[in-house]
């Protein structure tokens, strides 16, 4: 183990496979914290009423064990290292929260075409606070598909977080192919994980999430994503699919994300 919590190994893992599978990277101390988070965020009021999928986004600001972790943890510095770089800005966070009848599973996608950034690497943590494994939800990724510079036109969702609709690609996007009927094509990566572990993934990697088939257990997994310093703002105000909650009137394309919806989380 290096210094700053990861191997050179793992981060070759990283930059082959686009995911690589901490294994109990944080500690007691932490999951407390977070289970406590989780406790509290769930006790908030859906922005949208007819969401059954909890899935709110912006939390690190409004629940303060969430925000610990995204700016006090070996995470922003684990991303630094990931990404190969010298600063670190936080895009976001989100809860997901699975109930024993969500038994859709989400479509594939890539996340960075839904991010208004371009220019530079993101990266996404996904901390279960659950033990997590197919039956549910766990996340599916077709490796080194990160690699393809393979910008898919994002889908549109409905209320449940399935995407229901798939634009027309506009300029600089490409349609994203039926990867279900192709899974024999691609090797599919997936991990059983427990709290203390910690997913590490590309914002370029294409994923899916899987439905939770138990019928009796509820899956919680909290997300960071985080994007290295050479990128910058792009405004996709036009793009179907984008993810409305990130856009920033004060930014013009081509500025650093540097600002208080951005902050800076981690520099050398």
């Known amino acids: 183990m290096s210094a700053n919590g990861i191997t050179n190994e793992q981060v070759s893992t990283f930059a082959a496979d686009g995911a690589v599978c901490l294994r109990g990277i944080l500690g007691r101390d932490w999951l407390e914290r977070l289970w406590e988070a989780s406790d509290e965020a769930m006790t908030m009021p859906p922005r949208d009423p007819e969401q059954r999928y909890f899935r709110r986004i912006g939390l690190w600001r409004e629940v303060r064990g969430f925000g610990e972790l995204c700016r006090d943890s070996i995470?922003?510095?684990?991303?630094?290292?990931?990404?190969?770089?010298?600063?670190?800005?936080?895009?976001?966070?989100?809860?997901?929260?699975?109930?024993?009848?969500?038994?859709?599973?989400?479509?594939?996608?890539?996340?960075?075409?839904?991010?208004?950034?371009r220019g530079g690497p993101a990266m996404t943590f996904s901390v279960p606070l659950d033990h997590?494994?197919?039956?549910?939800?766990?996340?599916?990724?077709?490796?080194?598909?990160?690699?393809?510079?393979a910008w898919y036109q994002p889908l549109q969702g409905d209320e449940e977080g399935r995407r229901k609709s798939q634009p027309a690609p506009r300029p600089g996007f490409i349609e994203m192919p039926d990867f279900d009927a192709e899974r024999e094509r691609h090797e599919i990566l997936s991990y059983d994980m427990e709290p203390g572990d910690v997913?590490?993934?590309?914002?370029?990697?294409?994923?899916?999430?899987?439905?939770?088939?138990?019928?009796?257990?509820?899956?919680?997994?909290?997300t960071v994503r985080y994007v290295s310093g050479s990128a910058r703002y792009f405004d996709t105000s036009d793009i179907p699919g984008r993810n409305e909650r990130l856009l920033n009137p004060d930014l013009r394309p081509g500025d650093p994300l540097d600002c208080d919806m951005f902050p800076v989380v981690y520099r050398e």
């Open 132 to 149: 997590v494994d197919e039956s549910l939800g766990a996340i599916e990724f077709i490796r080194g598909s990160h690699l393809w510079n």
């Open 199 to 222: 997913l590490a993934f590309h914002g370029m990697l294409v994923h899916a999430g899987t439905a939770n088939t138990t019928g009796t257990k509820t899956r919680r997994a909290y």
């Open 75 to 117: 995470l922003p510095r684990l991303a630094a290292r990931f990404l190969g770089t010298r600063k670190v800005n936080l895009l976001y966070d989100q809860l997901f929260v699975k109930e024993p009848d969500m038994v859709d599973r989400s479509a594939w996608h890539n996340d960075q075409p839904y991010w208004p950034l």
